[in-house]
């Protein structure tokens, strides 16, 4: 049995989207030494910083809400001050692939290798 998929229009939208939520940001990623003995050296391995200021990826999710018809946002929800994300979508909309995509496009894009993907 051979599994096929119609990639969908929205689905595209969505991760085009995501993307465009980061614009101006540049590539690369980042390597931290969190401990070194004689013996062993702990390495992190981490998505780089945004070069981003708050209100410029402010600026950029307004921008997108504008292109969709959406009432702006005054400010980015936050998590403890770090700008959060929820991107929803419907049961059976193909959650699963534009999850999948969003995180491929990012990788391509900015380097970015490290998501969390929270499912109800």
């Known amino acids: 049995m ?3 998929f119609k990639q969908q229009g929205y689905q595209s939208d969505a991760t085009q989207a995501v993307v465009d939520c980061f614009a101006g940001q540049t590539k690369g990623h980042r390597k931290e030494i969190t ?3 004689e013996l062993l ?3 992190i391995f981490a998505n780089k ?3 981003l200021s ?3 990826l402010t600026k950029n999710v307004q921008a997108l809400q504008k292109e969709q018809g959406l009432n702006t946002s005054k400010q980015l929800e ?4 770090t700008p959060n994300f929820s991107i929803e979508m419907e ?3 193909g959650k699963t692939y534009v999850y999948t995509k969003t995180m491929f496009e990012l990788n391509k894009k900015y380097g970015w290798s490290k998501f969390i ?4």
Do not use: A, S, W
Not at 78 to 81: A, F, H, Q, R
Not at 117 to 120: A, N, Q, R
């Open 78 to 81: 936050t998590l403890d001050g």
């Open 2 to 4: 051979k599994l096929q």
């Open 117 to 120: 993907i929270m499912v109800p």
């Open 91 to 93: 049961t059976g909309t």
């Open 49 to 51: 910083k945004f070069d």
């Open 35 to 37: 401990e070194r003995t």
């Open 41 to 43: 050296v702990h390495e």
């Open 54 to 56: 708050k209100k410029e």
